[in-house]
T-cell receptor
Framework: RKEVEQDPGPFNVPEGATVAFNCTYSNSASQSFFWYRQDCRKEPKLLMSVYSSGNEDGRFTAQLNRASQYISLLIRDSKLSDSATYLCAVNMLGNYQLIWGAGTKLIIKP | DAGVTQSPTHLIKTRGQHVTLRCSPI?????VSWYQQVLGQGPQFIFQYYEKEERGRGNFPDRFSARQFPNYSSELNVNALLLGDSALYLC??????????FGPGTRLTVT
């Protein structure tokens, strides 16, 4: 089993719809969680950090479920510009490396 | 403010050669991490440096080495290049060991 797993997609979603995807992690000691966005052939860009009870930033909401060991990302009122690959990353306290999922590809259609 | 910078942006090498990749972190950030990303996968951790000390090393062979300089910039060196080393090499800087901010990467092609 991979340490961090994501559904690769692609998720094909009409513009204006709400879309959500999850990321599961295997290490229950994991402490920090992040969502990154990566456009084709570009670097990952930090979208949101996810701590304890989760957080919201505009149309984006991230949640953490420790009991089931997953984080989620919800995008409301999706825009064409939201089309990208969304990567989750997990950092275990005392371990200095981020462990990454392979990403979920999102395609927003007009 | 300038973000993370990396050089070169693209590089083509042949098998057996050596390569040096460079990274300058965001001003004020003391931690630099290196990742390798191949197409269709998430980044794989190679090294992390903090205050010029190696703080973490991923599962990469000894052909990979790195260092951090007093100005917090960093170099990643790869010796005896293999075809499988072809990838996007990403540098990330961080004010702590948590949130990391990436440079544009160096795309290495080994032929």
């Amino acid at each position: 089993r991979k340490e961090v797993e994501q559904d690769p997609g692609p998720f094909n979603v009409p513009e204006g719809a709400t879309v959500a995807f999850n990321c599961t992690y295997s290490n229950s000691a994991s402490q920090s969680f992040f969502w990154y966005r990566q456009d084709c052939r570009k670097e990952p860009k930090l979208l949101m950090s996810v701590y304890s009870s989760g957080n919201e930033d505009g149309r984006f909401t991230a949640q953490l479920n420790r009991a089931s060991q997953y984080i989620s990302l919800l995008i409301r009122d999706s825009k064409l510009s939201d089309s990208a690959t969304y990567l989750c990353a997990v950092n275990m306290l005392g371990n200095y490396q981020l462990i990454w999922g392979a990403g979920t590809k999102l395609i927003i259609k007009p | 403010d300038a973000g993370v910078t990396q050089s070169p942006t693209h590089l083509i090498k042949t098998r057996g050669q050596h390569v040096t990749l460079r990274c300058s972190p965001i001003s004020g950030h003391k931690s630099v991490s290196w990742y390798q990303q191949v197409l269709g996968q998430g980044p794989q951790f190679i090294f992390q440096y903090y205050e010029k000390e190696e703080r973490g090393r991923g599962n990469f062979p000894d052909r990979f080495s790195a260092r951090q300089f007093p100005n917090y910039s960093s170099e990643l060196n790869v010796n005896a290049l293999l075809l499988g080393d072809s990838a996007l090499y990403l540098c990330a800087s961080s004010p702590t060991t948590d949130e990391q901010y990436f440079g544009p990467g160096t795309r290495l092609t080994v032929t």
